[in-house]
Structure formats: C-alpha cells, structure tokens
C-alpha cells in the first residue's frame, strides 16, 4: 500500500525559508521520480518540481527556479524541498507525488491529472 507522509510547513516570513520532508512507503524511491507540487486556494495546482530517483535529474518550475532545491535519500525512502527566499506568491498546500523522471527536453507531466497521496503540509508566508 502506498503511502505518503509530508512535513515541514509553517509560516514564514518574506525572504524566509523552509525545508519540506516527504517520505514515502509502499513503493521505493528507485522507480521513476517523485516531487511536489502545490495548490493555493482557488488556484490550480502548479508542478514545483521533481528528481529523478536513479540519475538525479531534475526538474523546477519557472516560479521557483533558482530558490528551491529538490533532494532525495533513496536508502531512506525521504525527498526533500529546500524553500529559500520564499515569496507572499508561495503560500499553498504541497503535496508529494511520484512523477515521471525528468529527461533533457520540455517536462510535460499533467500535475493537474495526479493523484493525491499524501495529507500534504501548508506553506504560508506573511510578514
């Protein structure tokens, strides 16, 4: 049986940064990829990023190029997203889903279309 736990939300101010765990059961972290993505209220969900579970290939979403990094410990089954200067546009629920391992060319997987694993854990950023 498949199972995903998140953590690591809070609140944080501008500029502020968090580290989200997930650490998954129930399937191993050696297939494919697995990353998150996140959904605001009245948004649509927004891949934030993924890694590949055998080579580390990653993928990031224009919006957060440059301040996350996505990280796994495949011995542990965890991935990691490490949030640095995180923006009042951040706040949301993120969720850990497995996904396709990013290749060389345009990612394309339908966030919108995956299933719900996991609780997911709130990001929220306010001054």
């Known amino acids: 049986q498949v199972k995903i736990v998140e953590s690591g939300g809070g609140l944080v101010q501008p500029g502020g940064s968090l580290r989200l765990s997930c650490v998954a059961s129930?399937?191993?972290?050696?297939?494919?990829?697995i990353g998150w993505f996140r959904q605001a209220p009245g948004k649509e969900r927004e891949g934030v990023s993924c890694i590949g579970s055998s080579d580390g290939r990653t993928y990031y979403g224009d919006s957060v190029k440059g301040r996350f990094t996505i990280s796994r410990d495949n011995a542990k089954n965890v991935v990691y997203l490490q949030m640095n200067s995180l923006k009042p546009e951040d706040p949301a629920v993120y969720y850990c889903?497995?996904?396709?391992?990013?290749?060389?060319?345009?990612?394309?997987?339908?966030?919108?279309?995956?299933?719900?694993w996991g609780q997911g854990t709130q990001v929220t950023v306010s001054s």
């Open positions: 889903v497995p996904c396709p391992r990013p290749g060389t060319g345009t990612y394309a997987f339908r966030w919108d279309e995956s299933p719900i």
């Open positions: 129930g399937f191993t972290l050696d297939n494919d990829g």
